[in-house]
């Protein structure tokens, strides 16, 4: 663990290892890249500007292949398979890269960085394709804690290579397959090497996070930074430069303890786990673990987590209903003493979202002492210390615990305070149920508030003759079709299951 210091205060370059578009995502594709997703937010709200870039892999092994199966072009089928993508992480919130450079758009990029690696002695040709000297680079393994010289051969078997842990930087054309022409003869560039002209082009030969799946570290990752520094050192073959200052891996998503994986055939499709949960809770479950950590992924789990965000929203959705709204919350929030302190405080610039608010609240539980300042201070201290969420989750559930006390009573101030900082928290989770997730339809929301007023109206009228029968029954027919009615001392509430 070390203090995180930009390489230009202020601003943080981020590179994250994006898909092979070969096939729909799984859940295990969100997975990982949501924690980049939450480290931006983060870093946002923090007073940093990002640049976070996510490459697409769309020509690749598999890619090909897929494509001869379908009967379609390998063209057609990343074209389909990014979208499919990007209609994913958008559904479960995840903002989209600040640059998404496509591995087919760099094809003379990687022809610039192969040259160099060849000039400086850190490559050579071979059976029409290019092979890195692993031998050549001294602080090779070093990512993986690795020792060269107790390695296996590399995947690639193809003749040409010097030293069995050679990989491939590009890959003689195959009859049939896509190709390029280059210095080395037609052929299509290897998987590392994309990654590593991408990221060379937007972020530089050095930038702050790179990031991606525990499954990347060795090979890819450290055959990423082997070609990257050693082009960069050009002809020292020393281990003198670090292509990122700061390496982020993502644990796996397991089930049932087995990690979830294409090739073993116990992938969910993404579609298909939206068609259980919604997409909230499922991004709520995707990062209720701390992103270094393995998470099962069973209807048990998805259960939990959907009990639990659930408490978040409802009190969330109770406390804007009795306070009249959020701008309401916010302005009754600032009559509470000073705001909280905020991204103005931390860093630069403030932007959008609740964290732009007033939060306020200095008035908190007489008995515990909890205020929702301390409760954004523990939030933020869990978030700096390596993103962990399970403390900034229970700093939200604090919160919620102590707004949920004056719900019913009449100390709407207290309430702004607790419901305006847990909305700010869930803000920076990419979870606030009012901003991030408003609800579907809201068109038809006046309809459904009048024929729900008639529908509670019928039924007070039963309890009130005393027909508690009836007045049940309503609320079990309404329940039925996913209106659930709640009695508190105000009256009746309701809102959708
Ligand atoms: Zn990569």
Request: proline share 6%; glycine share 12%; with cysteine.
């Amino acid at each position: 663990m070390r203090p995180f210091e930009p390489l230009r205060p202020g601003h943080v370059g981020v590179y994250v290892c994006g898909p092979t578009v070969q096939s729909p995502p799984h859940v295990g594709h969100l997975r990982t890249a949501l924690p980049f997703d939450l480290l931006r937010r983060w870093l946002v709200q923090s007073g940093h500007e990002v640049t976070l870039v996510q490459n697409v892999t769309d020509i690749d092994d598999k890619i090909i292949t897929n494509a001869d199966r379908d009967g379609t072009s390998v063209w057609e089928l990343a074209t389909r398979q990014t979208r499919a993508f990007d209609d994913a992480y958008r559904t479960i919130g995840i903002l989209p890269p600040t640059i998404q450079p496509r591995a087919t758009g760099h094809i003379p990029e990687m022809i610039a960085l192969i040259s160099a690696l060849i000039d400086g002695g850190h490559a050579y040709a071979g059976g029409g394709s290019v092979w890195f000297r692993v031998g050549s680079f001294a602080g090779y393994g070093a990512l993986s804690h690795q020792r060269p010289d107790a390695m296996l051969p590399s995947a690639e078997s193809e003749s040409g290579k010097s030293d069995p842990r050679d990989f491939a930087l590009w890959k003689a054309a195959r009859p049939g397959e896509p190709f390029w022409s280059s210095p080395w003869g037609e052929g299509r560039p290897g998987w590392h090497l994309e990654c590593s002209a991408m990221a060379g082009k937007y972020l530089g030969p050095a930038f702050d996070i790179h990031g991606g799946g525990l499954d990347l570290v060795f090979p890819h990752h450290e055959n990423e930074r082997a070609q990257t520094v050693c082009a960069a050192d050009g002809a020292t073959g020393g281990d003198t430069g670090e292509m990122a200052r700061y390496w982020m891996h993502v644990g796996l998503l397991t089930t049932g303890g087995t990690k979830m994986s294409k090739s073993l055939g116990n992938s969910v499709l993404v579609a298909d786990a939206l068609g259980a949960v919604r997409p909230q809770v499922l991004r709520y479950h995707l990062l209720s673990a701390h992103y270094r950590s393995t998470l099962e992924y069973t209807p048990e789990a998805l259960d939990e987590s959907a009990a639990a965000h659930d408490r978040v929203e409802t009190f969330v959705r109770n406390a804007l209903d009795i306070l009249g709204g959020p701008g309401e919350a916010a302005a009754l929030a600032a009559d509470d003493g000073p705001s909280l302190p905020g991204a103005a405080v931390r860093g630069r610039a403030a932007r959008g979202g609740p964290g732009s608010e007033a939060v306020g609240g200095t008035a908190g539980d007489a008995v515990t002492g909890l205020t929702p300042q301390r409760a954004w201070a523990d939030f933020e201290a869990a978030m700096d210390d390596d993103l962990a969420v399970g403390r900034a989750l229970a700093a939200i559930f604090g919160a919620v615990g102590q707004g949920n006390q004056v719900l019913s009573k009449a100390h709407s101030r207290q309430l702004a305070g607790w419901v305006n900082v847990t909305r700010r928290m869930l803000g920076v989770l990419g979870l606030d149920p009012h901003e991030q997730w408003p609800s579907a339809g809201a068109e038809l929301r006046p309809a459904l508030d009048g024929v729900m007023q008639i529908a509670l109206d019928l039924r007070s009228a039963a309890r009130a003759r005393r027909d508690y029968a009836e007045a049940d029954s309503i609320r079990s027919r309404l329940a039925a079709v996913g209106l659930i009615v709640e009695d508190t001392p105000e009256g009746q509430r309701w809102h959708l299951a």
